[in-house]
Protein backbone atom coordinates (compact mmCIF):
# COMPACT_ATOMS: atom_id res chain seq x y z
CA UNK A 1 0.00 0.00 0.00
CA UNK A 2 1.61 3.39 -0.81
CA UNK A 3 2.14 5.29 2.32
CA UNK A 4 2.52 9.32 2.26
CA UNK A 5 4.47 10.72 4.16
CA UNK A 6 4.42 13.64 2.24
CA UNK A 7 0.49 14.38 1.96
CA UNK A 8 -1.68 16.71 0.37
CA UNK A 9 -4.18 18.06 3.01
CA UNK A 10 -6.41 20.82 3.54
CA UNK A 11 -8.95 22.11 6.52
CA UNK A 12 -11.84 23.72 5.66
CA UNK A 13 -13.76 26.53 8.49
CA UNK A 14 -16.80 27.63 8.30
CA UNK A 15 -17.68 30.29 10.59
CA UNK A 16 -20.54 32.05 13.02
CA UNK A 17 -21.20 35.95 11.88
CA UNK A 18 -23.48 38.24 13.95
CA UNK A 19 -23.21 42.49 13.93
CA UNK A 20 -24.52 43.60 17.45
CA UNK A 21 -24.98 47.13 18.28
CA UNK A 22 -26.02 48.18 22.08
CA UNK A 23 -26.34 44.19 23.02
CA UNK A 24 -28.57 43.46 19.86
CA UNK A 25 -28.10 42.10 16.90
CA UNK A 26 -28.06 44.37 13.69
CA UNK A 27 -29.21 42.82 11.04
CA UNK A 28 -29.99 39.60 10.00
CA UNK A 29 -27.64 36.65 9.23
CA UNK A 30 -28.20 36.70 5.62
CA UNK A 31 -27.79 40.04 5.35
CA UNK A 32 -24.82 40.18 7.59
CA UNK A 33 -22.96 37.95 5.17
CA UNK A 34 -23.79 40.21 2.39
CA UNK A 35 -22.23 42.84 4.08
CA UNK A 36 -19.27 40.87 4.83
CA UNK A 37 -18.74 39.42 1.63
CA UNK A 38 -19.59 43.28 0.03
CA UNK A 39 -15.48 43.66 -0.50
CA UNK A 40 -15.21 40.35 -2.23
CA UNK A 41 -18.11 41.13 -4.75
CA UNK A 42 -16.58 44.24 -5.61
CA UNK A 43 -13.62 42.95 -6.64
CA UNK A 44 -14.94 39.72 -8.30
CA UNK A 45 -18.37 39.65 -8.81
CA UNK A 46 -18.57 36.87 -7.08
CA UNK A 47 -18.93 35.49 -3.49
CA UNK A 48 -17.20 32.44 -4.28
CA UNK A 49 -13.55 33.01 -5.07
CA UNK A 50 -10.18 31.72 -4.99
CA UNK A 51 -7.51 33.88 -3.17
CA UNK A 52 -4.44 35.27 -3.91
CA UNK A 53 -2.92 32.44 -1.37
CA UNK A 54 -4.90 30.22 -3.07
CA UNK A 55 -7.40 29.27 -0.61
CA UNK A 56 -10.87 29.24 -1.41
CA UNK A 57 -12.94 32.11 0.53
CA UNK A 58 -17.28 31.42 0.06
CA UNK A 59 -20.79 32.02 1.13
CA UNK A 60 -22.50 28.45 0.33
CA UNK A 61 -26.18 28.57 0.82
CA UNK A 62 -26.99 29.57 4.67
CA UNK A 63 -25.27 32.16 6.31
CA UNK A 64 -21.75 31.00 7.65
CA UNK A 65 -18.91 32.29 5.26
CA UNK A 66 -16.18 29.93 4.76
CA UNK A 67 -12.64 29.69 4.16
CA UNK A 68 -10.80 26.74 2.83
CA UNK A 69 -6.98 26.37 3.03
CA UNK A 70 -5.00 26.12 -0.17
CA UNK A 71 -3.47 22.73 -0.94
CA UNK A 72 -0.71 22.03 1.95
CA UNK A 73 1.96 19.24 2.92
CA UNK A 74 3.06 19.27 5.95
CA UNK A 75 1.88 20.52 9.46
CA UNK A 76 2.99 23.68 10.20
CA UNK A 77 2.05 24.75 6.95
CA UNK A 78 -1.37 24.06 7.31
CA UNK A 79 -1.83 25.65 10.22
CA UNK A 80 -0.42 28.86 8.78
CA UNK A 81 -2.49 28.43 6.30
CA UNK A 82 -5.76 27.61 8.31
CA UNK A 83 -4.78 30.85 10.89
CA UNK A 84 -4.33 32.86 7.48
CA UNK A 85 -8.33 32.28 7.27
CA UNK A 86 -8.95 34.06 10.37
CA UNK A 87 -6.53 37.41 9.10
CA UNK A 88 -8.35 37.54 5.77
CA UNK A 89 -11.83 37.23 7.71
CA UNK A 90 -10.61 39.37 9.91
CA UNK A 91 -9.69 42.20 7.68
CA UNK A 92 -13.22 41.56 5.93
CA UNK A 93 -15.00 42.25 9.01
CA UNK A 94 -13.03 45.52 9.92
CA UNK A 95 -14.23 46.64 6.12
CA UNK A 96 -17.53 45.70 7.12
CA UNK A 97 -17.67 47.73 10.01
CA UNK A 98 -16.92 50.77 8.48
CA UNK A 99 -19.39 50.28 6.06
CA UNK A 100 -22.21 50.13 8.68
CA UNK A 101 -21.03 52.75 10.43
CA UNK A 102 -21.01 55.17 7.13
CA UNK A 103 -24.72 53.47 6.49
CA UNK A 104 -25.47 54.65 9.50
CA UNK A 105 -26.41 51.25 10.85
CA UNK A 106 -23.68 50.86 12.82
CA UNK A 107 -22.68 47.92 15.12
CA UNK A 108 -19.62 45.28 16.04
CA UNK A 109 -19.09 42.43 13.17
CA UNK A 110 -18.23 39.27 14.98
CA UNK A 111 -16.73 36.00 13.49
CA UNK A 112 -16.33 32.95 15.58
CA UNK A 113 -14.48 30.12 15.20
CA UNK A 114 -16.63 27.62 16.69
CA UNK A 115 -18.63 24.69 15.09
CA UNK A 116 -22.33 25.72 17.19
CA UNK A 117 -24.21 29.04 17.51
CA UNK A 118 -26.38 30.22 20.41
CA UNK A 119 -29.49 28.58 19.03
CA UNK A 120 -27.90 25.18 18.77
CA UNK A 121 -27.28 24.98 15.17
CA UNK A 122 -23.81 23.60 13.73
CA UNK A 123 -21.36 24.34 11.35
CA UNK A 124 -18.22 22.31 10.28
CA UNK A 125 -14.58 21.99 10.53
CA UNK A 126 -13.41 19.87 7.81
CA UNK A 127 -10.40 18.14 7.14
CA UNK A 128 -8.89 16.91 3.90
CA UNK A 129 -6.48 14.23 3.63
CA UNK A 130 -5.34 12.57 0.37
CA UNK A 131 -5.21 8.48 0.17
CA UNK A 132 -3.85 6.61 -1.83
CA UNK A 133 -7.13 5.13 -4.68
CA UNK A 134 -5.61 1.46 -4.09
CA UNK A 135 -7.16 2.01 -0.10
CA UNK A 136 -11.28 1.00 -0.06
CA UNK A 137 -12.56 3.82 1.79
CA UNK A 138 -15.20 2.04 3.84
CA UNK A 139 -12.83 -0.29 5.56
CA UNK A 140 -9.90 2.01 6.23
CA UNK A 141 -12.18 4.19 7.51
CA UNK A 142 -13.78 1.77 10.14
CA UNK A 143 -9.97 1.06 11.09
CA UNK A 144 -9.84 4.91 11.96
CA UNK A 145 -12.82 4.98 13.32
CA UNK A 146 -11.72 3.91 17.61
CA UNK A 147 -9.21 7.02 17.29
CA UNK A 148 -11.45 9.57 16.19
CA UNK A 149 -14.02 9.17 18.44
CA UNK A 150 -11.28 9.38 21.28
CA UNK A 151 -9.19 12.03 19.45
CA UNK A 152 -11.78 14.91 20.79
CA UNK A 153 -9.93 14.03 23.96
CA UNK A 154 -6.60 15.94 22.77
CA UNK A 155 -8.48 18.29 20.76
CA UNK A 156 -11.92 19.20 21.70
CA UNK A 157 -12.68 23.19 21.68
CA UNK A 158 -15.36 22.34 24.87
CA UNK A 159 -18.58 24.13 25.62
CA UNK A 160 -20.85 24.72 28.03
CA UNK A 161 -24.08 22.23 26.90
CA UNK A 162 -27.29 21.91 28.52
CA UNK A 163 -26.05 22.62 32.31
CA UNK A 164 -22.57 21.16 31.89
CA UNK A 165 -19.34 20.69 30.36
CA UNK A 166 -18.59 19.33 27.62
CA UNK A 167 -15.29 18.52 25.88
CA UNK A 168 -15.98 18.25 22.10
CA UNK A 169 -18.67 20.59 19.70
CA UNK A 170 -19.06 18.37 17.25
CA UNK A 171 -19.00 14.93 18.83
CA UNK A 172 -23.07 15.82 19.33
CA UNK A 173 -23.24 16.69 15.65
CA UNK A 174 -22.47 13.31 13.99
CA UNK A 175 -24.87 10.71 13.46
CA UNK A 176 -23.02 7.70 11.69
CA UNK A 177 -19.78 6.29 11.13
CA UNK A 178 -18.69 6.00 7.46
CA UNK A 179 -21.05 6.96 4.44
CA UNK A 180 -21.37 9.06 1.42
CA UNK A 181 -24.05 11.71 2.73
CA UNK A 182 -22.88 14.95 4.20
CA UNK A 183 -25.80 16.45 5.06
CA UNK A 184 -28.85 14.35 5.69
CA UNK A 185 -26.93 11.84 7.90
CA UNK A 186 -23.37 13.81 8.89
CA UNK A 187 -20.91 10.63 8.65
CA UNK A 188 -17.92 11.12 10.47
CA UNK A 189 -15.83 10.22 7.15
CA UNK A 190 -17.56 11.07 3.93
CA UNK A 191 -16.45 8.98 1.44
CA UNK A 192 -18.07 11.09 -1.71
CA UNK A 193 -15.87 10.59 -4.50
CA UNK A 194 -14.61 13.89 -4.92
CA UNK A 195 -10.60 13.62 -5.46
CA UNK A 196 -10.09 17.34 -6.77
CA UNK A 197 -7.18 15.45 -8.79
CA UNK A 198 -6.43 11.86 -10.63
CA UNK A 199 -8.91 9.48 -9.43
CA UNK A 200 -7.59 6.52 -10.72
CA UNK A 201 -4.81 7.46 -7.97
CA UNK A 202 -5.86 9.54 -5.66
CA UNK A 203 -8.40 10.32 -2.90
CA UNK A 204 -9.43 12.78 -0.59
CA UNK A 205 -10.62 11.78 2.82
CA UNK A 206 -13.21 14.00 4.04
CA UNK A 207 -13.72 14.26 7.67
CA UNK A 208 -16.31 16.04 9.48
CA UNK A 209 -15.77 14.75 13.29
CA UNK A 210 -13.30 17.91 14.57
CA UNK A 211 -13.65 20.77 16.31
CA UNK A 212 -12.22 24.01 14.99
CA UNK A 213 -9.26 25.31 17.00
CA UNK A 214 -8.64 28.41 18.40
CA UNK A 215 -5.11 27.33 20.15
CA UNK A 216 -2.46 26.50 17.73
CA UNK A 217 -0.83 23.06 19.63
CA UNK A 218 -4.32 21.97 20.07
CA UNK A 219 -4.72 22.33 15.92
CA UNK A 220 -1.31 20.71 15.50
CA UNK A 221 -1.88 17.79 17.63
CA UNK A 222 -5.02 16.94 15.90
CA UNK A 223 -3.91 17.29 12.37
CA UNK A 224 -0.51 15.81 13.57
CA UNK A 225 -2.00 12.85 15.34
CA UNK A 226 -4.23 11.86 12.70
CA UNK A 227 -1.60 12.08 10.15
CA UNK A 228 0.72 9.22 11.90
CA UNK A 229 -2.46 7.65 12.43
CA UNK A 230 -3.24 6.77 8.36
CA UNK A 231 0.33 6.82 7.68
CA UNK A 232 0.63 3.25 10.38
CA UNK A 233 -2.91 2.13 8.35
CA UNK A 234 -1.34 2.23 5.18
CA UNK A 235 1.80 0.89 6.25
CA UNK A 236 0.10 -2.00 7.90
CA UNK A 237 2.02 -0.91 11.24
CA UNK A 238 0.90 -3.22 13.77
CA UNK A 239 -1.41 -0.88 15.04
CA UNK A 240 -3.99 -2.02 17.73
CA UNK A 241 -7.12 -2.63 16.21
CA UNK A 242 -10.71 -1.96 18.26
CA UNK A 243 -13.51 -3.11 16.63
CA UNK A 244 -16.43 -1.23 18.64
CA UNK A 245 -20.04 -2.20 18.30
CA UNK A 246 -21.34 1.48 18.40
CA UNK A 247 -18.67 4.36 18.45
CA UNK A 248 -21.24 6.91 17.45
CA UNK A 249 -23.12 6.29 20.84
CA UNK A 250 -19.70 5.89 22.74
CA UNK A 251 -18.44 9.48 20.93
CA UNK A 252 -21.37 11.27 22.65
CA UNK A 253 -20.53 9.62 26.09
CA UNK A 254 -16.65 10.27 25.51
CA UNK A 255 -17.35 13.95 25.27
CA UNK A 256 -19.13 13.79 28.28
CA UNK A 257 -16.41 12.16 29.89
CA UNK A 258 -13.24 14.39 30.53
CA UNK A 259 -11.21 11.32 32.64
CA UNK A 260 -11.43 9.05 29.68
CA UNK A 261 -12.87 6.28 31.48
CA UNK A 262 -15.93 5.69 29.32
CA UNK A 263 -16.25 1.89 28.79
CA UNK A 264 -16.38 1.42 24.63
CA UNK A 265 -17.83 -2.08 24.28
CA UNK A 266 -15.99 -3.76 21.81
CA UNK A 267 -17.03 -6.94 19.71
CA UNK A 268 -15.57 -9.64 21.24
CA UNK A 269 -17.84 -8.96 24.39
CA UNK A 270 -14.66 -7.05 26.03
CA UNK A 271 -14.33 -3.42 26.61
CA UNK A 272 -11.22 -0.76 26.72
CA UNK A 273 -11.58 2.84 27.71
CA UNK A 274 -11.51 6.06 25.67
CA UNK A 275 -8.32 6.94 27.42
CA UNK A 276 -6.86 3.23 26.88
CA UNK A 277 -7.51 3.80 23.38
CA UNK A 278 -5.88 6.81 22.71
CA UNK A 279 -2.59 5.62 24.91
CA UNK A 280 -2.43 2.48 22.82
CA UNK A 281 -2.28 4.14 19.72
CA UNK A 282 0.32 7.25 20.98
CA UNK A 283 2.33 4.09 21.84
CA UNK A 284 2.14 2.25 18.10
CA UNK A 285 2.77 6.18 16.84
CA UNK A 286 5.97 6.31 18.84
CA UNK A 287 7.52 2.63 17.27
CA UNK A 288 6.42 4.42 13.86
CA UNK A 289 7.92 7.73 13.91
CA UNK A 290 11.34 6.10 15.04
CA UNK A 291 11.71 4.86 11.46
CA UNK A 292 9.72 7.14 9.81
CA UNK A 293 11.11 8.58 6.29
CA UNK A 294 11.63 12.00 7.05
CA UNK A 295 9.35 13.50 4.32
CA UNK A 296 6.47 15.99 4.24
CA UNK A 297 5.94 16.83 8.42
CA UNK A 298 9.37 16.98 9.36
CA UNK A 299 10.11 13.84 12.02
CA UNK A 300 11.03 16.71 14.73
CA UNK A 301 7.59 18.29 14.10
CA UNK A 302 5.98 14.77 14.73
CA UNK A 303 7.91 14.52 17.42
CA UNK A 304 6.68 17.41 19.08
CA UNK A 305 3.42 16.00 18.24
CA UNK A 306 3.78 12.88 20.18
CA UNK A 307 5.05 14.06 23.20
CA UNK A 308 2.77 17.25 23.53
CA UNK A 309 0.01 14.13 22.90
CA UNK A 310 1.68 11.91 25.52
CA UNK A 311 1.62 14.63 28.11
CA UNK A 312 -1.83 15.26 26.87
CA UNK A 313 -3.00 11.66 28.10
CA UNK A 314 -0.76 12.00 31.05
CA UNK A 315 -3.19 14.95 32.23
CA UNK A 316 -6.47 12.83 31.61
CA UNK A 317 -4.87 9.84 33.36
CA UNK A 318 -4.06 11.92 36.65
CA UNK A 319 -6.49 14.36 36.17
CA UNK A 320 -3.97 17.49 36.69
CA UNK A 321 -4.06 19.62 34.06
CA UNK A 322 -1.33 21.68 34.21
CA UNK A 323 1.09 20.67 31.99
CA UNK A 324 -1.06 21.29 29.36
CA UNK A 325 -3.10 24.26 30.36
CA UNK A 326 -1.80 26.64 27.95
CA UNK A 327 -1.90 24.18 25.16
CA UNK A 328 -5.16 22.03 24.54
CA UNK A 329 -8.61 24.21 24.22
CA UNK A 330 -10.94 22.51 25.96
CA UNK A 331 -8.62 22.39 29.08
CA UNK A 332 -7.67 26.44 28.47
CA UNK A 333 -11.42 27.13 27.95
CA UNK A 334 -12.60 24.88 31.14
CA UNK A 335 -10.23 27.03 33.54
CA UNK A 336 -11.43 30.06 31.73
CA UNK A 337 -14.99 28.86 32.30
CA UNK A 338 -14.45 27.39 35.85
CA UNK A 339 -13.15 30.82 37.43
CA UNK A 340 -15.72 32.67 36.33
CA UNK A 341 -18.14 30.30 37.24
CA UNK A 342 -17.29 30.06 40.59
CA UNK A 343 -16.75 34.23 40.78
CA UNK A 344 -20.82 34.35 39.86
CA UNK A 345 -22.16 31.81 42.00
CA UNK A 346 -21.64 28.68 40.86
CA UNK A 347 -24.00 28.14 38.33
CA UNK A 348 -22.98 26.47 34.48
CA UNK A 349 -26.53 27.79 32.87
CA UNK A 350 -25.35 31.67 34.16
CA UNK A 351 -25.88 33.53 30.37
CA UNK A 352 -22.77 35.39 31.40
CA UNK A 353 -20.11 31.79 30.83
CA UNK A 354 -22.51 31.46 27.82
CA UNK A 355 -21.41 34.99 26.42
CA UNK A 356 -17.58 33.90 27.64
CA UNK A 357 -17.97 30.35 25.94
CA UNK A 358 -18.76 32.19 22.43
CA UNK A 359 -16.03 34.97 22.99
CA UNK A 360 -13.19 32.58 23.30
CA UNK A 361 -13.35 32.15 19.81
CA UNK A 362 -13.74 35.51 18.64
CA UNK A 363 -11.18 36.23 15.57
CA UNK A 364 -10.20 39.27 16.38
CA UNK A 365 -7.04 39.43 17.89
CA UNK A 366 -7.51 43.02 19.75
CA UNK A 367 -11.13 41.35 21.31
CA UNK A 368 -11.50 38.04 21.60
CA UNK A 369 -10.93 35.80 25.00
CA UNK A 370 -8.99 33.46 23.10
CA UNK A 371 -6.67 35.86 21.92
CA UNK A 372 -6.39 37.40 25.14
CA UNK A 373 -4.86 34.97 26.79
CA UNK A 374 -2.49 33.96 23.70
CA UNK A 375 -1.14 37.61 23.83
CA UNK A 376 -0.43 37.74 27.92
CA UNK A 377 1.34 34.37 26.96
CA UNK A 378 -1.05 32.41 28.86
CA UNK A 379 -1.75 30.16 25.44
CA UNK A 380 1.81 28.56 23.95
CA UNK A 381 2.36 28.94 20.09
CA UNK A 382 3.34 26.69 17.07
CA UNK A 383 3.87 29.15 14.83
CA UNK A 384 4.22 32.89 14.45
CA UNK A 385 2.34 35.93 13.41
CA UNK A 386 4.85 36.42 10.55
CA UNK A 387 4.17 32.79 9.33
CA UNK A 388 0.87 33.31 9.47
CA UNK A 389 0.82 36.41 7.67
CA UNK A 390 3.17 35.33 5.11
CA UNK A 391 0.52 32.45 4.60
CA UNK A 392 -2.05 35.26 4.12
CA UNK A 393 -0.56 36.45 1.00
CA UNK A 394 1.14 33.90 -0.37
CA UNK A 395 0.22 30.52 -1.36
CA UNK A 396 2.00 26.89 -0.21
CA UNK A 397 4.90 26.74 -2.24
CA UNK A 398 5.69 23.39 -2.16
CA UNK A 399 1.66 21.81 -4.19
CA UNK A 400 -0.31 22.64 -6.71
CA UNK A 401 -1.14 25.70 -5.24
CA UNK A 402 1.62 27.66 -6.02
CA UNK A 403 0.58 27.12 -9.59
CA UNK A 404 -2.95 28.40 -9.05
CA UNK A 405 -1.70 31.12 -7.29
CA UNK A 406 1.12 32.04 -10.15
CA UNK A 407 -2.13 31.61 -13.08
CA UNK A 408 -4.10 33.56 -10.49
CA UNK A 409 -1.66 36.44 -10.23
CA UNK A 410 -0.94 36.78 -14.13
CA UNK A 411 -4.81 36.67 -14.62
CA UNK A 412 -5.41 39.08 -12.37
CA UNK A 413 -3.08 41.42 -12.85
CA UNK A 414 -3.66 41.53 -16.57
CA UNK A 415 -7.32 41.97 -16.07
CA UNK A 416 -8.14 38.44 -17.70
CA UNK A 417 -11.39 36.74 -18.04
CA UNK A 418 -11.07 33.30 -16.63
CA UNK A 419 -12.50 30.75 -14.29
CA UNK A 420 -10.18 28.42 -12.00
CA UNK A 421 -11.28 25.40 -9.19
CA UNK A 422 -8.92 23.31 -7.40
CA UNK A 423 -7.99 21.57 -10.46
CA UNK A 424 -8.99 23.88 -13.60
CA UNK A 425 -7.34 27.21 -14.99
CA UNK A 426 -9.21 28.58 -17.65
CA UNK A 427 -8.80 31.85 -19.65
CA UNK A 428 -11.37 32.52 -22.03
CA UNK A 429 -10.15 34.76 -24.37
CA UNK A 430 -8.94 35.56 -27.20
CA UNK A 431 -9.82 31.88 -27.62
CA UNK A 432 -10.97 29.33 -24.92
CA UNK A 433 -7.57 27.69 -22.64
CA UNK A 434 -7.77 24.96 -20.31
CA UNK A 435 -5.21 23.45 -18.35
CA UNK A 436 -5.76 21.27 -15.72
CA UNK A 437 -3.00 20.17 -12.73
CA UNK A 438 -4.44 16.31 -11.87
CA UNK A 439 -1.30 16.19 -9.66
CA UNK A 440 -1.52 18.39 -6.07
CA UNK A 441 1.88 17.58 -5.70
CA UNK A 442 3.12 18.93 -8.82
CA UNK A 443 4.64 22.69 -8.41
CA UNK A 444 6.15 23.03 -11.98
CA UNK A 445 3.26 22.37 -14.86
CA UNK A 446 3.97 22.97 -18.49
CA UNK A 447 0.70 23.63 -19.14
CA UNK A 448 0.41 26.14 -17.02
CA UNK A 449 3.81 28.16 -17.98
CA UNK A 450 2.20 28.51 -21.38
CA UNK A 451 -1.54 29.58 -20.02
CA UNK A 452 1.16 32.59 -17.96
CA UNK A 453 2.65 33.45 -21.34
CA UNK A 454 -0.40 33.40 -23.23
CA UNK A 455 -2.01 35.55 -21.68
CA UNK A 456 0.95 37.77 -21.74
CA UNK A 457 1.18 37.08 -25.36
CA UNK A 458 -2.32 38.49 -25.58
CA UNK A 459 -2.66 41.22 -22.72
CA UNK A 460 -4.26 43.53 -25.15
CA UNK A 461 -7.07 41.46 -25.95
CA UNK A 462 -7.86 39.13 -22.84
CA UNK A 463 -11.32 40.56 -21.37
CA UNK A 464 -12.87 43.01 -19.35
CA UNK A 465 -11.01 42.43 -16.00
CA UNK A 466 -14.67 40.66 -14.96
CA UNK A 467 -12.63 37.91 -13.27
CA UNK A 468 -15.88 35.59 -13.04
CA UNK A 469 -14.56 32.80 -10.56
CA UNK A 470 -15.81 29.77 -10.06
CA UNK A 471 -15.44 27.64 -6.95
N1 LIG B 1 -6.31 15.98 -3.68
C1 LIG B 1 -6.57 16.51 -2.50
N2 LIG B 1 -6.41 15.81 -1.35
C2 LIG B 1 -6.69 16.35 -0.15
N3 LIG B 1 -7.19 17.57 0.01
C3 LIG B 1 -7.39 18.32 -1.09
C4 LIG B 1 -7.09 17.84 -2.39
N4 LIG B 1 -7.39 18.81 -3.28
C5 LIG B 1 -7.85 19.84 -2.57
N5 LIG B 1 -7.87 19.55 -1.25
C6 LIG B 1 -8.36 20.37 -0.13
O1 LIG B 1 -9.74 20.06 0.02
C7 LIG B 1 -10.46 21.22 0.45
C8 LIG B 1 -11.64 21.43 -0.49
O2 LIG B 1 -12.42 22.48 0.00
P1 LIG B 1 -13.89 22.79 -0.54
O3 LIG B 1 -14.55 23.71 0.43
O4 LIG B 1 -13.84 23.21 -1.95
O5 LIG B 1 -14.51 21.36 -0.33
P2 LIG B 1 -15.50 20.41 -1.03
O6 LIG B 1 -15.67 19.33 -0.06
O7 LIG B 1 -14.99 20.05 -2.40
O8 LIG B 1 -16.77 21.25 -1.29
P3 LIG B 1 -17.92 21.85 -0.40
O9 LIG B 1 -17.36 22.30 0.90
O10 LIG B 1 -18.37 22.98 -1.28
O11 LIG B 1 -18.90 20.75 -0.26
C9 LIG B 1 -9.46 22.36 0.46
O12 LIG B 1 -9.02 22.63 1.77
C10 LIG B 1 -8.30 21.83 -0.40
O13 LIG B 1 -7.04 22.37 -0.07
MG1 LIG C 1 -16.08 23.38 1.77
Not at 157 to 179: L, P
Request: charged letters at 25%; hydrophobic letters at 40%.
Amino acid sequence: MTVYPRRIMGVETEFGLTAIRDGKAVLGPEEIARYLFKPVVAQYKSTNIFTDNAARLYLDVGAHPEYATAECDSLTQLLNHDKAGEVLFNDLAAQTEKTLAAEGIGGDVYLFKNNVDSAGNSYGTHENYLISRELSLKNFGKRLLPFLITRQLLCGAGMIKNGRFVISQRADQVWEGVSSATTRTRPIINTRDEPHGDSSRFRRMHLIVGDSNMAEPSFALKIGSTQLVIEMLEADWDIPTFDVVEPIKHIKQIALDPTGQTELALKDDTTVTALEVQQAVLEAAKGWLAQRQDEGTPNAELEKVVELWGRTLTAIGTQNFEPVSGEIDWVIKRNLLERYRDRLGGDWNDPKLAQIDLAYHDINPRRGLFYHLQNKGLVQRWTTDEAIAHAATTAPETTRATLRAQFLDTARELGAHYTVDWVHMKVDRPEPQTVDVQDPFATEDVGVDKLVAYMHDNREVLGNAQGGIRG
